[in-house]
Structures are given as structure tokens and as C-alpha cells.
């Protein structure tokens, strides 16, 4: 294989490694202005008040239920981005890697293959007796030079062997931070899920204590007002019942002030008596006098022309003074069985 032809084979491994990285990245801008959010076009309305898109049709995506439900999509959407992302990242550098295995592997081919050539002219120009000394001495310096381009070119490519292999190390540390980035992300996740479901179950219990709180409050409110209505009816009750009696009890005082009205409209304002003796003197006043008292009698004595009047009483009413006399003249003891009733007025009244 001549020098051009190595050349071109190396030129068309770099334009190929070249588009493969190109179309990498092409892809990766593709896939993340998918994920983004549709733009909403313009809106008119046509003859009929329907609305009729400006742009293209597309479907809007509907509203979520809540802000939580919102910001879990967007955490789906912005984890899907990212995985996304790592992997056309990946993908680049695995192309690239590939690229650059193939510059260092066509780069060491065309070294060993130009050395090996130099080394077949030096062979050929040390067998020839026919070579003057300075076209050798030339040649060997070509060769010497050969030979240094060819050991950079061996270096280069060593060199970018090893780039490529800390792109695939570096790809792989990047996927194994993604995916304990993701561990950690899932653990907080469910610790927060455990928490907003523990929040959740308290905040439940509470209400539901609070409810309890509240019926068993309604309860006892209720059952203090009907105890107060059964008080207050009861106390009603009870002021009825006395005021019927205290009506009662006023309309027997106001017939018994009417019966002693008609008494003393009838019979006067009369103080009756039982006169039972009239004494010749004082001392057998005083004898009589005391005898009557010893039963419990209200004794007056009343001074006339012929003697001291011994009277009992007085009564308000004629009937009553009957009665007296009738247990005077009873008592055998006392030996007054002419006593009889008198109409008496005192002396300051007559």
C-alpha cells in the first residue's frame, strides 16, 4: 500500500468518525427539544364562534389534579431529560472513543508500514555497491526521520488510546454516579412518600378526633339545653302551681274578709260577753275572779251601782259567747249555771 492510499484511508476514517460524532450530538439536540412543553398557537375564531388554530394542530396536555401531581410529572419529565441525555452522552462518547481507536490504530498501521519500508530501502541501498555514499547518507537520514515521525505517530496514538480508555472510564464513573444519584433520589422519594402518608394519617386521626370532639361536645350542648328546658318547664310548672294557690289563698282571704265584712255590716263592731256573777264588794270579786281564771278563762271585772259585773270574754260573735256560757254552766266545780250572754260595750267606748 503506497503513502497516498494510507492517507486517504486515514482521511475517510476521520470524516466517518467525524459524522458519527456529528450525528450523535444532532440527535441529542433532537431529543431535548422533544421533551420540551408544546408552545400554544394562536387561537381565532371563525364565522360560527368556533376556535380555529393559526398554526399547526397539536394536542394540549391537560392540567394536573393539584400542584403534587404537577410537580411529580415535572419530576418524571426532568428524570426522562436526564436519562435521556446520559445515554446520547454515552453513545458520543463511545463514538468518539471508536474515532479515535480508529485514527490510533490506522496511525500505527502506517507507522509500522513506513518503517517497515524504510528499513527494506536501507536493506537494499546497504546490498548496493552502486549508491554513492551521500544519496546513502541522505537516505538515512530520510529513514532516521521516517523512523522519528513514525515513533511520534506511535506515541500520538498510545497517547489517544489512553484518551479514549479515561472517556470510557470517565463515561462509566458518570453512569454509576447517575445511577446512585438515582438511589439516593428514589430512597428521598419514599422517605418523603412516607412522610407525606404519616402527615396524611395524623392529619385524619386529628379531624377525625375533632369530629369525635365536636359530636360529643353538640351532645352535651344538647343535652344541657334539654335539661334546662326540663328545668325551666318544671319551674314553670311549679311557679304555675304556686300561683294557683296563692290565687286560692287570696280569693279564701278576700271570702273570709267578706264573710267578717257582712258580719260586722249585720251584727256591728259588738263585743259579747257571759256575765256569770255581780259581787256585792271587791274582795268577792277578786275570789270569783280567780276561781275563773284557775280554768283558763279571760276574766273582766266592770264596776256598776249595785256591785262589781265578773264577766268572761269578750267574743266577737254572739254564737261564740254562747258556747262559753254553755262550758261555764257545764263545770260543776265553778256552780254558775245562771250565767248568760250580754251585749258590753267598755266604758271608753260607750
Do not use: C
Request: positive net charge; charged residues 40%; proline residues 2%.
Amino acid at each position: 500500500m503506497t503513502m497516498n492510499n494510507k492517507q486517504r484511508l486515514f482521511g475517510g476514517v476521520v470524516l466517518l468518525g467525524g459524522g458519527v460524532l456529528l450525528a450523535a450530538i444532532l440527535l441529542k439536540g433532537q431529543h431535548q427539544d422533544d421533551t420540551r412543553s408544546p408552545v400554544a398557537q394562536p387561537v381565532e375564531q371563525n364565522q360560527n364562534g368556533e376556535n380555529r388554530a393559526t398554526g399547526e394542530q397539536f394536542d394540549l396536555q391537560p392540567l394536573a389534579v393539584d400542584v403534587e401531581t404537577e410537580r411529580r410529572l415535572l419530576e418524571e419529565q426532568r428524570k426522562a431529560r436526564e436519562k435521556a441525555v446520559a445515554e446520547q452522552e454515552q453513545l458520543a462518547a463511545q463514538y468518539l472513543a471508536m474515532q479515535q481507536q480508529a485514527e490510533a490504530d490506522a496511525a500505527r498501521k502506517a507507522a509500522e508500514e513506513h518503517a517497515a519500508l524504510l528499513a527494506s530501502r536501507q536493506a537494499q541501498m546497504q546490498s548496493s555497491d552502486n549508491i554513492p555514499p551521500e544519496l546513502i547518507e541522505s537516505e538515512q537520514s530520510k529513514l532516521a526521520a521516517a523512523q522519528k515521525t513514525a515513533d511520534e505517530k506511535a506515541k500520538i496514538a498510545e497517547q489517544k488510546a489512553k484518551e479514549v480508555e479515561k472517556l470510557k472510564q470517565d463515561a462509566e464513573a458518570k453512569r454509576k454516579a447517575n445511577e446512585i444519584e438515582k438511589a439516593k433520589k428514589a430512597e428521598a422519594d419514599k422517605r418523603q412518600a412516607d412522610a407525606d402518608a404519616k402527615a396524611k394519617k395524623e392529619a385524619d386521626e386529628k379531624a377525625k378526633k375533632e369530629a369525635e370532639a365536636k359530636r360529643k361536645a353538640d351532645a352535651e350542648k344538647k343535652a344541657k339545653q334539654e335539661a334546662e328546658e326540663k328545668r325551666n318547664a318544671e319551674a314553670d310548672a311549679k311557679a304555675k302551681k304556686e300561683a294557683e294557690a296563692k290565687r286560692k289563698a287570696e280569693d279564701e282571704k278576700k271570702a273570709k274578709e267578706a264573710e267578717k265584712a257582712r258580719q260586722l255590716l249585720e251584727e256591728g263592731d259588738k263585743n259579747w260577753m257571759v256575765q256569770v256573777a255581780l259581787a256585792a264588794n271587791q274582795a268577792n270579786a277578786d275570789a270569783v275572779t280567780a276561781k275563773l281564771q284557775a280554768k283558763g278563762f279571760k276574766v273582766t271585772q266592770s264596776k256598776t251601782t249595785k256591785g262589781v259585773r265578773i264577766m268572761v270574754g269578750p267574743s266577737k260573735s254572739r254564737e261564740a259567747a254562747d258556747t262559753t256560757r254553755k262550758k261555764i254552766a257545764a263545770d260543776s266545780s265553778l256552780n254558775m249555771k245562771s250565767a248568760w250572754v250580754i251585749d258590753w260595750v267598755p266604758l271608753d267606748q260607750r
